[in-house]
């Protein structure tokens, strides 16, 4: 039976010719496929009104005919919505997948509309940015995901192909996090991230190494890392430089901040703003241990 598949734009607009290839994409990979009206609109930065969103994000929800609620891309707007959302409406087993900022929704999503399946993971751009390429990892991954295909394969090649150990150990925990200046933006809101015995997963794009140094320190001054069992660290893309430049790389200042942790630290993961995506279960359990085949597992 094809599998239904909801298009939504919480945060910024798609371009017509990414939104027609990518959906196209997923037609002919046996999906069916509606897109909420306001996906294109523009409306400045954003895609329609929040009225427009609230309204497709509601009615995809409640829809039994959707399956799963894929975002059209990140870039800005997500934050507009949370308090506007019906968290008991929506609650129901469906999954939602993005990434960006719509790691806005899944932080909130995951803690007042727990019975709904949030995934850190490719937004619907991506697939018109991977060219519609069949043979792409990413996208062969992502029709198995879609389609809730057995994907383990695939994705821990993925995985093993570019992740690196910066400390070894083994832990098991729920995952929690996303995009790293999303979840500082949350910091002493409703929608602030507990990481009390969790794995912490952080990655961004185009910030600065001082600028996420800054936010790990409040993190840690906020006592937010005291009790993380594990650290996932994913890509920093097109990290900029400053007209300074700092005196380590990324890899390296992560490693000095964490040095005193005592727990299993995995750098260069494959989810968010890199190439290799594959879709991150939030505050569902993993295990992480270096010295296994296939070192995360769920």
């Given at each position: 039976?094809k599998?239904?598949?909801?298009?939504?734009?919480?945060?910024?607009?798609?371009?017509?010719?990414?939104?027609?290839s990518a959906?196209?994409f997923?037609?002919?990979?046996?999906?069916n496929?509606?897109?909420?009206?306001?996906?294109?609109?523009?409306?400045?930065?954003?895609?329609?009104?929040?009225?427009?969103?609230?309204?497709?994000?509601?009615?995809?929800?409640?829809?039994?005919?959707?399956d799963?609620?894929?975002?059209?891309?990140?870039?800005?707007?997500?934050?507009?919505?949370?308090?506007?959302?019906?968290?008991?409406?929506?609650?129901?087993?469906?999954?939602?997948?993005?990434?960006?900022?719509?790691?806005?929704?899944?932080i909130?999503?995951?803690k007042?509309?727990?019975?709904?399946?949030?995934?850190?993971?490719?937004?619907?751009?991506?697939?018109?940015?991977?060219?519609?390429?069949?043979?792409?990892d990413?996208?062969?991954?992502?029709?198995?995901?879609?389609?809730?295909e057995?994907?383990?394969?695939?994705?821990?090649?993925?995985?093993?192909?570019?992740?690196?150990?910066?400390?070894?150990?083994?832990?098991?925990g729920?995952?929690s996090?996303?995009?790293?200046?999303?979840?500082?933006?949350?910091?002493?809101?409703?929608?602030?991230?507990?990481l009390?015995?969790?794995?912490?997963?952080?990655?961004?794009?185009?910030?600065?190494?001082?600028?996420?140094?800054?936010?790990?320190?409040?993190?840690?001054?906020?006592?937010?890392?005291?009790?993380?069992?594990?650290?996932?660290?994913?890509?920093?893309?097109?990290?900029?430089?400053?007209?300074?430049?700092?005196?380590?790389?990324?890899?390296?200042?992560?490693?000095?901040?964490?040095?005193?942790?005592?727990?299993?630290?995995?750098?260069?993961?494959?989810?968010?703003?890199?190439?290799?995506?594959?879709?991150?279960?939030?505050?569902?359990?993993?295990?992480?241990?270096?010295?296994?085949?296939?070192?995360?597992?769920?």
């Open positions: 039976m599998k239904t598949i909801g298009i939504i734009a919480p945060a910024s607009w798609i371009k017509e010719d990414y939104l027609k959906t196209n997923l037609k002919d990979n046996n999906f496929v509606v897109v909420a009206p306001q996906v294109s609109q523009q409306n400045g930065y954003l895609a329609g009104t929040d009225e427009e969103k609230i309204k497709y994000l509601h009615e995809f929800f409640i829809d039994d005919n959707i799963i609620i894929l975002c059209a891309k990140g870039g800005y707007g997500s934050i507009r919505l949370l308090d506007k959302i019906d968290y008991n409406l929506i609650n129901k087993k469906k999954i939602f997948i993005g990434y960006s900022d719509i790691s806005m929704l899944n909130a999503l995951t007042y509309s727990p019975n709904i399946d949030v995934f850190f993971g490719p937004n619907l751009i991506d697939i018109a940015y991977l060219n519609c390429d069949k043979n792409h990413t996208l062969k991954y992502l029709v198995k995901f879609l389609k809730q057995n994907n383990k394969k695939l994705r821990n090649e993925i995985i093993s192909k570019n992740i690196k150990i910066l400390k070894e150990g083994k832990c098991k729920n995952i996090g996303g995009t790293l200046t999303i979840i500082m933006a949350n910091m002493g809101t409703p929608y602030e991230l507990d009390n015995n969790k794995i912490l997963f952080i990655e961004e794009k185009k910030e600065f190494i001082f600028k996420v140094e800054r936010m790990l320190y409040q993190l840690k001054n906020a006592g937010k890392l005291d009790n993380i069992k594990g650290l996932i660290v994913g890509n920093f893309y097109e990290t900029p430089q400053y007209h300074i430049p700092f005196h380590c790389s990324m890899s390296d200042m992560i490693a000095d901040f964490f040095k005193d942790y005592n727990i299993p630290i995995i750098l260069n993961f494959p989810a968010g703003h890199c190439d290799d995506k594959i879709a991150l279960p939030l505050e569902k359990e993993v295990t992480i241990n270096t010295k296994s085949k296939n070192i995360i597992s769920w």
